[in-house]
């Protein structure tokens, strides 16, 4: 099956910035969009960022201008590159991607989550 393996999360000071990556392994024919979620306490999971095979992007507009997100579709790889860090963005982020695992079955997986801490 596929699994998605993340790391990069961690306590930092409001202003500062972290990686957060994101490793698809498994069986499967490619991946379409790779993306970043995020959930806080007592709060839904929502939408950070995506970037889709055709490398269109897509932000929650809280992290426009700050976080970045990126692919290396050689490594099934996904990025997100957070800067300017704020006591909000605490949260427990989870990678999320679109496989194609046939010619006609596509599926949707999660990575574990890893928790990202903005305090001073």
């Known amino acids: 099956q596929v699994q998605l393996v993340e790391s990069g999360g961690g306590l930092v000071q409001p202003g500062g910035s972290l990686r957060l990556s994101c490793a698809a392994s498994?069986?499967?024919?490619?991946?379409?969009?790779m993306g970043w979620y995020r959930q806080a306490p007592g709060k839904q999971r929502e939408l950070v960022a995506v970037?889709?095979?055709?490398?269109?992007?897509i932000y929650v507009d809280s992290v426009k201008g700050r976080f970045t997100i990126s692919r290396d579709n050689a490594k099934n790889t996904v990025y997100l590159q957070m800067n300017s860090l704020k006591p909000e963005d605490t949260a427990v982020y989870y990678c999320?991607?679109?496989?194609?695992?046939?010619?006609?079955?596509?599926?949707?997986?999660w990575g574990q989550g890893t928790q990202v801490t903005v305090s001073s």
């Open positions: 999320h991607a679109e496989v194609r695992v046939s010619t006609r079955a596509k599926y949707d997986y």
């Open positions: 498994g069986i499967f024919n490619s991946i379409n969009d």
């Open positions: 970037r889709a095979s055709g490398d269109s992007t």
